[in-house]
T-cell receptor, first 113, second 113 residues
Framework: GENVEQHPSTLSVQEGDSAVIKCTYSDSASNYFPWYKQELGKRPQLIIDIRSNVGEKKDQRIAVTLNKTAKHFSLHITETQPEDSAVYFCAARSRGGGFKTIFGAGTRLFVKA | DAGVIQSPRHEVTEMGQEVTLRCKPISGHDYLFWYRQTMMRGLELLIYFNNNVPIDDSGMPEDRFSAKMPNASFSTLKIQPSEPRDSAVYFC???????????FGPGTRLTVL
């Protein structure tokens, strides 16, 4: 079945450094890739997404890249701040699957001040 | 709009009891999703509806779990009988038909003793 793998499971960076989280997906029909941020005790919230017709998207300090051939996509956070500390989930959705979204296992990001 | 509404926010019950979780999606959204989140298994899709019709319930763990969506503004997830391993946070999410973004509710933290 469909699968999304996410690495690393835990990431610790110094404030101001960059953080990169990588995901791979198995369903070649996937065409929409959202990223969610979940703070402790809160709900997941969408922070950025990318569709299969583009290779990169940027929103201030956050960027996402997509390599459809390799079925890889990545989240890049630059100039990290303590408030970036949270669990980040990647996901992949295939329209052919009736908009079923498969989530990665999550990456716990710690930004040390 | 108040966003996705879930009730109760916290539920503590004893093994064997029936549990009913409730969700009100954002008005106008066409898809509704039920997820379960645990430390061990991450964020799992249980079932989702399109225009009140169940599309895929392959994530429902056992026959003890059932979900209904009698109308566009209300859905329930029922567990009968509940077991301690059902303890988790259950999220409901609805999808914006224009942007495709999923919006999560605040979740229901279920504890089965």
């Amino acid at each position: 079945g469909e699968n999304v793998e996410q690495h690393p499971s835990t990431l610790s960076v110094q404030e101001g450094d960059s953080a990169v989280i990588k995901c791979t997906y198995s369903d070649s029909a996937s065409n929409y890739f959202p990223w969610y941020k979940q703070e402790l005790g809160k709900r997941p919230q969408l922070i950025i997404d990318i569709r299969s017709n583009v290779g990169e998207k940027k929103d201030q300090r956050i960027a996402v890249t997509l390599n459809k051939t390799a079925k890889h996509f990545s989240l890049h956070i630059t100039e990290t701040q303590p408030e970036d500390s949270a669990v980040y989930f990647c996901a992949a959705r295939s329209r052919g699957g009736g908009f079923k979204t498969i989530f990665g296992a999550g990456t716990r990001l710690f930004v040390k001040a | 709009d108040a966003g996705v509404i879930q009730s109760p926010r916290h539920e503590v019950t004893e093994m064997g009891q029936e549990v009913t979780l409730r969700c009100k999606p954002i008005s106008g959204h066409d898809y509704l999703f039920w997820y379960r989140q645990t430390m061990m298994r991450g964020l799992e899709l249980l079932i989702y509806f399109n225009n009140n019709v169940p599309i895929d319930d392959s994530g429902m763990p056992e026959d003890r779990f059932s979900a209904k969506m009698p109308n566009a503004s209300f859905s329930t997830l029922k567990i009968q009988p509940s077991e301690p391993r059902d303890s988790a946070v259950y999220f409901c999410a609805s999808r914006d038909r224009v942007s495709g973004e999923q919006f999560f509710g605040p979740g229901t933290r279920l504890t089965v003793l």
